[in-house]
């Protein structure tokens, strides 16, 4: 893979992991009894985003000297498995927060919002 394709792949997964800060930055501010989980997550998943922001701007860069990737290298491997990761807990928390549009399942919907979604065995 070369370069380009790398950062462009690295760059949505980078938006997608900017997305859930915010997902979860609110998730946190507006349930106030919101499990500690979600603090170590939102750090996480923004230290994430600093290191995709960081390899983006490497692999973008006319002074690399980095030719091409094997779809098996490991940095291929590792951005691959942790979008995968984070894409599941993005669409679980987008389904968690959904509101409800009909007016009989709106309170189940808000109970629903103000459950924390994972297991503990699902956070590690």
Same mark, same amino acid.
């Given at each position: 893979? !070369?370069? $380009?394709?790398?950062?462009? +792949?690295?760059?949505?997964?980078? /938006?997608?992991?900017?997305? #859930?800060?915010? =997902?979860?930055?609110?998730?946190?501010?507006?349930?106030?009894?919101?499990?500690?989980?979600?603090?170590?997550?939102?750090?996480?998943?923004?230290?994430?985003?600093?290191?995709?922001?960081?390899?983006? !701007?490497? $692999?973008?860069?006319?002074? +690399?000297?980095?030719?091409?990737? /094997?779809?098996?290298?490991? #940095?291929?491997? =590792?951005?691959?498995?942790?979008?995968?990761?984070?894409?599941?807990?993005?669409?679980?928390?987008?389904?968690?927060?959904?509101?409800?549009?009909?007016?009989?399942?709106?309170?189940?919907?808000?109970?629903?919002? $103000?459950?924390?979604?994972?297991?503990?065995?699902?956070?590690?």
């Amino acid at each position: 893979m !070369d370069p $380009l394709s790398l950062s462009a +792949s690295t760059a949505g997964f980078l /938006s997608l992991a900017i997305e #859930l800060t915010k =997902i979860l930055t609110n998730y946190s501010t507006t349930v106030k009894s919101a499990p500690r989980e979600v603090s170590g997550l939102t750090f996480e998943v923004e230290a994430l985003s600093h290191v995709l922001d960081n390899l983006v !701007d490497i $692999l973008r860069s006319d002074d +690399s000297e980095i030719t091409t990737f /094997s779809e098996q290298s490991i #940095l291929c491997c =590792i951005i691959s498995a942790s979008q995968k990761h984070i894409t599941d807990i993005y669409r679980k928390l987008v389904k968690q927060t959904k509101p409800s549009v009909r007016s009989v399942d709106r309170m189940a919907g808000a109970m629903r919002r $103000l459950t924390w979604p994972f297991e503990k065995d699902e956070r590690q």
